[in-house]
């Protein structure tokens, strides 16, 4: 059973410039989030879908933003890129809010 | 809001050592309570989770016990391998996970 995928493994970017990434959930997975790891700020959750539907949002300015799609494939995009915005970003999935989480190896930008 | 505290690192153990990473957290209502492990270069792994108080999650020899009259979800491993050296995180979810900043385990031979 293939896991979770995100794709590129990396990005370097330049600031100012926009970003996409993508993340395939597990076969039968509804519910997606992604998260942003930092050093120094840990793991913050970003956003969740369902269904297409963005459930959740967290404490992220609106440069941040995602969608899903009707195969429950994800994307989120950052537009005007700060250096700042260097980090780790994970995408999860699960069947159902009794299911733990399967995370993604997680997609690294590095903005210069 | 919602927050977890764990003890920070490094752990450093020798084999077949005795292993606590203190976990605490605080929920304004019945959260359900997850370790997950971190190996590097990887995602999050989910290691154990449990739903209510009183409850042990374990897997793999690691356990931890929803405790509601402390707050605590404190990982417990009665013998750690070279193998499990990650980093660990401890997670509550009631509408989102939320996470400590994590624990690095060094375990030496």
């Known amino acids: 059973k293939a896991g979770v995928t995100q794709t590129p493994r990396y990005l370097i970017k330049t600031r100012g410039q926009q970003v996409t990434l993508s993340c395939s959930p597990i076969?039968?997975?509804?519910?997606v989030s992604w998260y942003q790891q930092t050093p120094g700020q840990g793991l913050q959750f970003l956003f969740e879908?369902?269904?297409?539907?963005?459930?959740n949002k967290g404490n992220f300015p609106g440069r941040f933003s995602g969608r899903q799609f009707s195969n429950s494939r994800s994307e989120m995009n950052v537009s005007t890129l700060e250096l700042g915005d260097s980090a780790l970003y994970l995408c999860?999935?699960?069947?159902?809010?009794?299911?733990?989480?399967?995370f993604g190896s997680g997609t690294r930008l590095t903005v210069v | 809001g919602d927050s977890v505290t764990q003890m920070e690192g490094p752990v450093t153990l020798s084999e077949e050592a005795c292993l606590t990473i203190?976990?605490?957290?605080?929920?304004?209502?019945?959260?359900?309570l997850f370790w997950y492990v971190q190996y590097p270069g990887e995602g999050l792994q989910l290691l154990l989770k449990?739903?209510?108080?009183?409850d042990k999650g374990s897997n793999k020899g690691f356990e931890a016990t929803y405790r509601k009259e402390t707050t605590s979800f404190h990982l417990e491993k009665g013998s750690v391998q070279v193998s499990d050296s990650a980093v660990y995180f401890c997670?509550?979810?009631?509408?989102?996970?939320?996470f400590g900043k994590g624990t690095m385990l060094l375990v030496s031979p």
């Open positions: 999860a999935s699960r069947a159902g809010r009794n299911y733990g989480y399967t």
């Open positions: 076969s039968g997975h509804r519910s």
């Open positions: 879908y369902f269904s297409e539907t963005q459930r």
């Open positions: 203190n976990c605490t957290y605080t929920a304004t209502g019945y959260p359900s």
């Open positions: 449990a739903t209510k108080a009183d």
């Open positions: 997670a509550l979810e009631e509408s989102t996970l939320t």
